[in-house]
């Protein structure tokens, strides 16, 4: 069983950070892509960034056009833990940011949203002009 709980969510002003936090319940020696999605209101669940590794033998990143440069993926094993660092906020960042994981055979980057069976619960980004 895999179980994803998001953190780190809020209000900040235009320009400010924040960092998301998804504590998974992993295992060890597995390939697994975890990723980043949103959904504003009104509008369609859409792709922000995702990570995925292979047994920890490798590692690769992607991020949607609009958050590239400004958002940044990571991971620390020893947490079992997936971050989503956020800089330079703006306000058309404000959605419910949700991270969710996928076994992949290796390393493999996922961008729909339906080729994750396992979603956390989401947590609110608010972000002010």
């Known amino acids: 069983q895999v179980q994803l709980a998001e953190s780190g969510g809020g209000l900040v002003q235009a320009g400010g950070s924040l960092r998301l936090s998804c504590a998974a319940s992993?295992?060890?020696?597995?390939?697994?892509?975890m990723g980043w999605f949103r959904q504003a209101p009104g509008k369609e669940r859409e792709f922000v960034a995702a990570i995925s590794w292979s047994a920890g033998v490798a590692t690769t990143t992607s991020y949607a056009d609009s958050v590239k440069g400004r958002f940044t993926v990571s991971k620390d094993n020893a947490k079992n833990t997936v971050y989503l660092q956020m800089n330079s906020l703006k306000p058309e960042d404000t959605a419910v940011y949700y991270c969710?994981?996928?076994?992949?055979?290796?390393?493999?980057?996922?961008?729909?949203?339906?080729?994750?069976?396992?979603w956390g619960q989401g947590t609110q980004v608010t972000v002010s002009s």
């Open positions: 992993l295992r060890t020696g597995r390939s697994y892509a």
């Open positions: 969710a994981a996928a076994f992949t055979t290796g390393v493999a980057i996922l961008r729909r949203h339906d080729e994750y069976p396992y």
